[in-house]
């Protein structure tokens, strides 16, 4: 019997208009671009402003705007919306719902999905998932997170990294061995203290003391979260090339989350890849946690070819990690 894989077939990504370059950032708080371009490798970042849209829902909506543009996809056909997503645009009441009913999937059912800055990954395996039961012919997969509206930008150790961003892709059934191959998922409790947001949870509801001490920001003790991020993102990109057998030369393309230019190079000399196969937009985009990897493959879609095998990999709070190996299925005349 044929085996059935996920395929990305279609993908699409916003980012809101507003740039909060590193100069302005100096005027902020006490930094200087020159400390974050070489401790980051960022230059600015999109902010989500009031007046062109709020909530996460927003940044998502637009982006699978941006995808049925580009791809020609029917709304209607869509049967299931995953949002990964560290934002929802309110604690209870999934974003994901708002997201398929604002863009006419009046038949898929939907739900939000959060692993921090590998919610994408985690989203993306559990979307392939349904595909591969047979169940489901279309899953749209979002990757959406207004981090503006969980910073604290008097706290230069968190406001100069993050930003705002939205990409999204839609899998389908494949026949031909394209999609997604294999996957690594994993994830250690014990992090959890070096990246949190400490109210608002079960453990302290908000009030105004929580308020007051601004316990409802991102805290990320960044030196602890560094170390972490920089063994287990390699670790498990090695991992997945050598379980299938691919050589540096076998891979065209790394996709690597976006969270310091600095761990995206250490896992690519890993592999062995050289700095022409990695996808970058940190540059200008941030850490836009969820958003960072289908925003390269938004940025990336014109270079890709079908058969391309690309190695996706990320960290993120929790902690959480992944690195997850799919053969790209969209010819390039789209
Ligand atoms: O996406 C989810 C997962 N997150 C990550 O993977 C982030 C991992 N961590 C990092 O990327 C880095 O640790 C940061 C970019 C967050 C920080 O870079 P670092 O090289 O690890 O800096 P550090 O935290 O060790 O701080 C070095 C110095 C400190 O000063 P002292 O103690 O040496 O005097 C900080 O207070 O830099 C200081 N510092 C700053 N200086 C200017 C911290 N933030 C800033 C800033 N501007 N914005």
Redesign the pocket.
Same mark, same amino acid.
Request: charged content about 15%; hydrophobic content about 40%.
């Given at each position: 019997m044929t085996q059935v894989k996920a395929a990305i077939t279609a993908v699409g990504g916003f980012v809101p208009e507003f740039r909060l370059t590193n100069k302005v950032?100096e005027g902020m708080?006490?930094? !200087?671009d020159d400390? &974050?371009t070489t401790?980051?490798g960022i230059k600015e970042r999109r902010l989500l402003k009031k007046e062109e849209g709020s909530g996460t829902s927003y940044l998502a909506v637009k982006a699978v705007e941006n995808m049925v543009e580009r791809y020609g996809v029917d709304t209607s056909d869509i049967e299931m919306v995953i949002v990964a997503t560290a934002t929802p645009d309110m604690p209870v009441a999934a974003t994901a719902c708002k997201v398929a009913t604002d863009i006419g999937a009046k038949n898929a059912f939907g739900y939000d999905l959060m692993a921090?800055?590998s919610s994408f990954i985690y989203a993306l395996s559990t979307g392939s998932k349904y595909i591969q039961s047979g169940q489901y012919k279309k899953v749209l997969v979002v990757g959406a997170d207004q981090m503006s509206s969980i910073i604290d930008y008097t706290d230069? !150790?968190?406001?100069? &990294?993050f930003g705002d961003g939205a990409g999204c892709v839609l899998l389908e059934p494949n026949t031909e061995g394209l999609g997604i191959q294999d996957e690594i998922l994993r994830s250690d409790g014990s992090g959890r203290e070096y990246?949190k947001i400490d109210a608002g949870g079960s453990i302290l509801p908000a009030s105004a003391e929580t308020v007051a001490t601004n316990a409802h920001y991102v805290k990320?003790?960044?030196?602890?979260?560094?170390k972490?991020?920089?063994t287990n993102m390699a670790d498990v990109s090695e991992q997945i090339m050598k379980r299938n057998n691919l050589s540096s030369d076998d891979v065209q393309w790394l996709v690597p989350?976006?969270?310091?230019l600095?761990?995206i190079d250490a896992t690519a000399n890993r592999m062995g890849l050289d700095k022409e196969k990695v996808m970058i937009n940190i540059t200008r985009y941030g850490?836009t946690?969820s958003g960072?990897l289908p925003l390269c493959l938004y940025d990336y879609q014109d270079q890709l070819k079908k058969g391309d095998n690309i190695v996706f990999a990320a960290?993120?709070?929790g902690f959480t990690w992944g690195s997850l190996y799919l053969k790209w299925a969209i010819d390039p005349k789209n």
């Open positions: 950032l708080v006490d930094t !200087t400390w &974050i401790r980051t921090a800055c230069r !150790t968190t406001c100069v &990294i990246l990320q003790e960044g030196r602890q979260v560094f972490f991020a920089v989350h976006q969270a310091n600095r761990i850490n946690t960072t960290f993120g709070g």
